[in-house]
């Protein structure tokens, strides 16, 4: 009976097969002679699940441009049948659910297209999965593959679309050729422009939290992300450079050189060039090959030359012509090459994967966190989206490493975020609050720390005690506001996002808002500078105004203070100059040439979809020709405007007239030196190099550069929290330092934030030679440029919009800085 069943699946198959079309049959040409569009290689997913039994394909999400997000599951037609009871039996040995389970079922995730200008792997991705239902079959008795085809859909419409537009025909292999060239801001990244391969651990893009939904359901054994770099660079794959994460464990590593020299194998069968162990470390959990190690998978990048410059083939300097067909065929191999090593492995795979969800080892157990309710609720969403469990306390105290003292400390449990590595994925939790990353070298390709306690804006320790928390949530208060007639105004508090969001809310429904310059008290309740006071007068025309206001008060959570009187009991009363009416601003925001894409998509995120505030994005192609008086705010995301300011007596003009300009990160080169608007960088005295330096060895030159890197730090630095910009912020504030930029204290207007004469560093690597040039400079600064203002910010808040605790910095600089009493 069991051969005559064997038999009808070998028929059923083989008969699928046969009416299973290949890549080039269903598209109606050869693989890598054309770009496929996403809604044809979906098509193609589509073909092969509807007349395959090995095939399951569906939709996770949409992206922002609403083109569907996929992921097909391949395995033989045994293993499609007990799909749910394969995830679920890996789940279980993994403690995230419970029960017991012994797998030996091997499960394999490819990702593909991440980026969407490295268009070679979709293609890849049709060719592995009809070679996987066809010609090997065998690996798929064992094995679970995950096939994501294409993680940007967005991006890479964007880049297929312009390349198909603009090719010539044939194809020009020239490098010279337009079709090499991509205009800005290319297809790397998604709709947002955010790049999702470092989007993996922040999820602030939508892509990235579908997708770790359903990652999370099955959390892999092996995770391959597909990718291509410069067009010269033949083929990179595992085993990993250093440094790896210490969480990294030794049969992880071991694993990665194994698959590694399966790829070689193939490789040097067809005598095709690759490298190993170079650039691509294994530290910042954000990518596609270090998150699913921390998750306890074998996470690997496989890059191909090609890139966006590639096109259907280029010229490269070696005096080759690399195609597309070349690109597709290697990322193929590599694909098929892993799966067969994870068929070979399965039951070790299994065996390795549930150790590693041993944490017992760990230095600390728990971290107990303390700040405000918004901040807390604000980490706990961002914890949610990765399953990562968390409690609250009640009473007591919790000792350990403080982060706000950066040394031994104590916290109240009361209220206070406890994560406890004590859980299924206590790894990432180590990885994400550890106060330091152990590092084998300086020389990384990402930044060196991302602690989210400081990221975050919150307090507590690093307890090597396991801390229990009472309840699952923070005990709080229902925020259910009331309107008050007899009210003379509403009074609430200022010092997070939901708090600037709130504001935005307000604006747009044209409740007319005031802040407060001054700390005052009003019927014995104290409030701190920028307190927001909504007055019955400045609304008198509204006829709902009690109504509205609560009503959006309740929508964002924000606790009301009625007072029925203006008149305070110390401090300012509302109709002091001091308490300053917030005109809804007009923004513009400078995109295009010039401008880091990553940087303004930030920008443009953040206020579409976190503040909900309208923003005008200007070109600067276009800015000269735009009339800037239409806008009260002008922010230039980090870039180069050196050709875009040639005249720059355009924006001191407009800014002499009342207009606020905010420059970020790498902006500020481009006004150092406009006398009128005092930005002057710190000159740095390197004297004459040493006998000693001039002889430094050629293989020990990269070292020795580290001593002037600054790789993503985190610095603890002072802040003038009486100044409007700092409004909502303690007298300190930790930044993250992702540059070496020196600029001097403002002669001429307000040093808002600084590096003192001893830069104090919190976490992550600083080179010597940096730290004595940042000594003494600049973070945020605010001058005052005739009716208008300028606000520097020489460190990116808007960091992969991570950073959440410095965005309050940029919202202040939009709305809080019009008609201030200094200066004018």
């Known amino acids: 009976m069991k051969n005559i069943i064997f038999l009808l699946f070998l028929w059923v198959t083989v008969a699928f097969s046969q009416t299973v079309k290949s890549p080039s049959e269903f598209l109606g040409y050869e693989l890598g002679t054309e770009f496929t569009r996403h809604s044809d290689i979906v098509a193609y997913f589509q073909h092969v699940a509807q007349n395959s039994p090995l095939v399951t394909y569906q939709s996770y999400g949409t992206t922002y441009e609403r083109r569907p997000l996929t992921y097909a599951v391949v395995s033989s037609a045994k293993n499609i049948q007990d799909l749910e009871k394969i995830r679920t039996d890996n789940l279980k040995q993994t403690g995230i659910l419970p029960g017991d389970a012994q797998p030996d079922i091997a499960i394999v995730w490819l990702s593909y297209n991440v ?91 939508i892509e990235t939290q579908q997708r770790l939904a359903i990652y999370n359901q099955w959390m892999p054994h092996i995770h391959v992300d597909f990718h291509e770099q410069g067009i010269n660079d033949p083929y990179y794959f595992a085993h990993g450079a250093e440094p790896f994460h210490e969480i990294i464990t030794p049969w992880q590593r071991e694993s990665q050189t194994a698959i590694g020299k399966n790829n070689a194998q193939y490789f040097d069968q067809d005598g095709w060039l690759f490298f190993t162990r170079e650039s691509f470390d294994l530290l910042y959990p954000g990518y596609g090959d270090t998150y699913p190690p921390f998750m306890g998978a074998i996470g690997m990048t496989y890059e191909k030359a090609g890139h966006g410059r590639a096109g259907l ?52 157990k728990s971290f107990v966190l303390t700040g405000s309710a918004d901040k807390i609720k604000a980490l706990t969403t961002l914890l949610d989206s990765h ?70 804006g919150l307090d507590g320790v690093a307890s090597t005690q396991l801390i229990t928390g009472t309840q699952h949530t923070r005990s709080m208060a229902l925020v259910q506001n009331l309107p008050n007639p007899q009210a003379a105004g509403y009074i609430t508090k200022w010092n997070s996002l939901q708090d600037a969001r709130f504001l935005a809310e307000l604006l747009k429904q ?70 300053h009416l917030i005109h809804p601003p007009k923004i513009a925001l400078v995109k295009g040439p010039g401008v880091n894409s990553l ?3 930030a920008l443009w995120h953040f206020f579409e979809q976190q503040l909900h505030f309208p923003v005008t994005s200007i070109s600067t192609e276009h800015l000269e020709r735009i009339d800037l008086s239409e806008f009260d ?171 959440e605790n410095g965005k309050l910095f940029l919202v202040n600089a939009v709305f809080l800085l019009q008609k201030a009493t200094y200066g004018l």
Not at 116 to 134: P, R, V
Not at 516 to 542: H, M, P, W, Y
Not at 760 to 784: M, P, Y
């Open 115 to 205: 980026h969407g200008n490295e268009a070679s792997s979709s293609e890849a991705a049709m060719k592995t999965l009809y070679s996987l239902i066809t010609d090997n079959q065998s690996f798929l008795q064992n094995t679970v593959v995950i096939v994501d085809p294409n993680v940007n859909p967005d991006g890479r419409d964007r880049y297929v679309n312009w390349y198909n537009q603009v090719r010539a025909t044939p194809y020009d292999a020239s490098q010279s050729a337009t079709e090499h060239f991509e205009p800005w801001p290319g297809g790397r990244p998604n709709h947002y422009l955010f790049d999702l391969n470092r989007d993996w651990m922040w999820a602030s893009q």
């Open 313 to 364: 083939g280029i010229d490269t300097d070696e005096g080759y012509e690399l195609t597309l067909a070349d690109r597709i065929l290697h990322h193929y191999t590599t694909g098929i090459s892993t799966i067969e090593i994870a068929s070979q492995n399965a039951s070790r795979l299994n065996q390795e994967f549930k150790k590693f969800f041993d944490n017992s080892q760990l230095k600390y």
């Open 387 to 456: 399953e990562i469990k968390y409690s609250f306390g009640s009473s007591g105290q919790a000792k350990g490493f403080q982060f706000s003292k950066n040394g031994s400390g104590q916290v109240s449990l009361q209220d206070a975020l406890i994560i406890s590595t004590n859980q299924p994925k206590g790894k990432m939790v180590h990885v994400l609050f550890e106060p330091e990353a152990q590092l084998s070298t300086p020389i990384t390709y990402d930044i060196t720390s991302w602690n989210l306690v400081y990221a975050y």
């Open 510 to 579: 044209n409740i007319r808002v005031r802040y407060s310059e001054k700390d005052f008290a009003v019927q014995g309740k104290n409030f701190k500078k920028g307190s927001l006071i909504i007055t019955k007068s400045d609304n008198r025309n509204r006829s709902d105004f009690n109504e509205i206001v609560t009503q959006i008060a309740n929508q964002y959570e924000r606790e009301l203070f009625a007072s029925t009187t203006s008149f305070s009991d110390s401090g300012t009363d509302f109709g002091s100059h001091y308490v």
């Open 599 to 601: 940087s303004y998509g």
């Open 633 to 803: 705010v002008l922010i230039l995301p980090s870039g180069h405007y050196g050709n875009v300011l040639k005249d720059s007596s355009k924006i001191t003009q407009w800014v002499q007239q009342g207009g606020r300009l905010i420059a970020i990160d790498n902006a500020l080169s481009s006004l150092e030196g406009i006398e009128s608007l005092g930005l002057e960088k710190k000159s740095i005295e390197t004297g004459e190099p040493t006998e000693e330096e001039l002889l430094i060895p050629y293989d020990q030159q990269e070292k020795e550069s580290a001593k002037g890197l600054i790789t993503g730090t985190i610095f603890k630095v002072p802040v003038d929290a009486s100044h409007p910009v700092a409004f909502g912020y303690d007298d300190h504030y930790f930044t993250l330092k992702t540059n070496t930029h020196a600029y001097k204290y403002l002669q001429q207007g307000f040093t808002v934030s600084y590096i003192g004469k001893t830069p104090e560093r919190i976490s992550g690597f600083a080179g010597e030679e940096a730290l004595e040039g940042i000594a003494n400079t600049l973070i945020i600064g605010h001058a005052t440029h005739g009716k208008g203002h300028v606000v520097y910010l020489v460190d990116d808040v808007m960091f992969r919009s991570f950073w």
